[in-house]
């Protein structure tokens, strides 16, 4: 676990690696992206694969930088009210991000919102992915 004395940022040294679950949960959500990216392609054209796709990309970008969030927050001291900051920016930024897609015309808003879906699509799928915790008892199969 990261110390209050040095930094909780994505590939600091004393920065504790995101647990296996969480590795597996932004697999399954880039892979979920993809592959509703590559139906909407073969489907409805390159519209609304991009904008899936960019859909795609803001739900696995934005549960990765929430990883990061959660960890600094739960780490406490000065470091955690910064990181709860961070988390607002990164709220905004993903608004931000989302209406300026929007306001561009490039895609369609149901293209991006069947991008984001990807998120909860592949949350759900890491969680019966996950490797089991050696701790756990047997469930009976």
């Known amino acids: 676990m990261a110390t ?9 040294r004393n920065a504790a ?3 296996a679950s969480m590795r597996v949960s932004l697999v399954c959500v880039g892979a979920t992206a993809a592959l509703f990216a590559a139906v909407a392609l073969g489907v409805f054209g390159g519209g609304a694969g991009l904008g899936v796709a960019l ?19 739960l780490a406490g001291g000065s470091r955690g009210r910064l990181w ?3 988390g607002a920016l990164k709220f905004g930024a993903l608004v931000f991000g989302a209406w300026l897609l929007l306001k561009t015309g490039h895609v369609s808003a149901f293209a991006l919102a069947f991008g984001y879906v990807a ?3 592949g949350i759900t ?14 469930t009976g199969d």
Not at 57 to 73: E, K, P, S
Not at 125 to 138: H, T
């Open 4 to 12: 209050n004395d040095g930094p909780i940022l994505p590939g600091a």
């Open 55 to 73: 859909g795609g990309m803001l739900a696995t970008v934005n549960l990765w930088l929430f990883a990061y969030v959660v960890r600094g927050v």
């Open 84 to 86: 709860a900051l961070v």
């Open 119 to 121: 998120l909860p699509v």
């Open 125 to 138: 799928v890491g969680a019966f992915l996950r490797p089991r915790d050696e701790s756990e008892p047997p």
């Open 17 to 19: 690696p995101l647990d």
